[in-house]
């Protein structure tokens, strides 16, 4: 596993990095990922817009903040994620939020579909499901914990739509942008912060 981590480590780049690879694929009108469909291309340009408006005014609370300096030992949070993903572009940036509060974590991603070994460490359901976000501990090279791919309430709502209605539809696609837009952000952040306190 360390080797597996050392390897997604080396192929890794900031988030400053990764959002000029979005805009860059927006000009180009292009993706990331295997999948250069059209359906995949449009995805990330509205994942642009997105992520630029969470850039601006995702808010995290004063409690947030405390438990956040709390953190004292040097971790690095390692996100898999590709531009098309809806869910990525929600999550993604309340990572880069909370990472920028604390100078003992050190926020790095990779592209899901470049890093196939290691995504298969960390599967959801036996899927690929991302962002995925592997909390290391950089003393030991560790694994501590991970999250993701949605806050607990994000995937209650898609797990009971399936329960439903047997598939993913994009009426519950649609369901889960208003849960993201309505909630900024903020289950993301309670989701981390109690695994961040059970991972210390």
């Excluded at 694929?25 to 990331?32: D, Q």
């Excluded at 996100?79 to 926020?107: M, Q, R, Y």
């Excluded at 290691?118 to 003393?139: H, R, V, W, Y």
């Amino acid at each position: 596993m360390e080797q597996i981590i050392k390897d997604g480590l080396a192929k890794s780049m900031s988030y400053q990095a990764y959002r000029e690879l979005m805009a860059k694929m927006v000009e180009n009108e292009s993706t990331t990922g295997n999948d250069k469909s059209e359906d995949m291309v449009n995805y990330t340009k509205l994942n642009e817009q997105r992520m630029k408006r969470w850039d601006k005014t995702l808010k995290v609370s004063d409690s947030a903040k405390e438990e956040l300096a709390n953190i004292d030992s040097k971790q690095t949070w390692l996100v898999l994620t590709e531009s098309w993903c809806g869910d990525a572009a929600h999550v993604v940036p309340v990572f880069n939020k909370l990472a920028e509060l604390n100078n003992n974590i050190n926020l790095r991603l990779v592209l899901r579909d470049d890093n196939d070994v290691l995504m298969n460490q960390f599967l959801t359901n036996g899927g690929k499901s991302i962002p995925k976000l592997i909390l290391i501990d950089e003393a030991s090279n560790k694994v501590i914990n991970s999250f993701g791919p949605r806050p607990a309430e994000a995937t209650k709502l898609v797990v009971d739509y399936k329960a439903k209605h047997g598939e993913i539809t994009p009426e519950i696609k649609e369901q889960l942008q208003q849960w993201y837009n309505k909630d900024k952000g903020q289950s993301v952040i309670n989701d981390l912060m109690n695994l961040l306190t059970v991972s210390v």
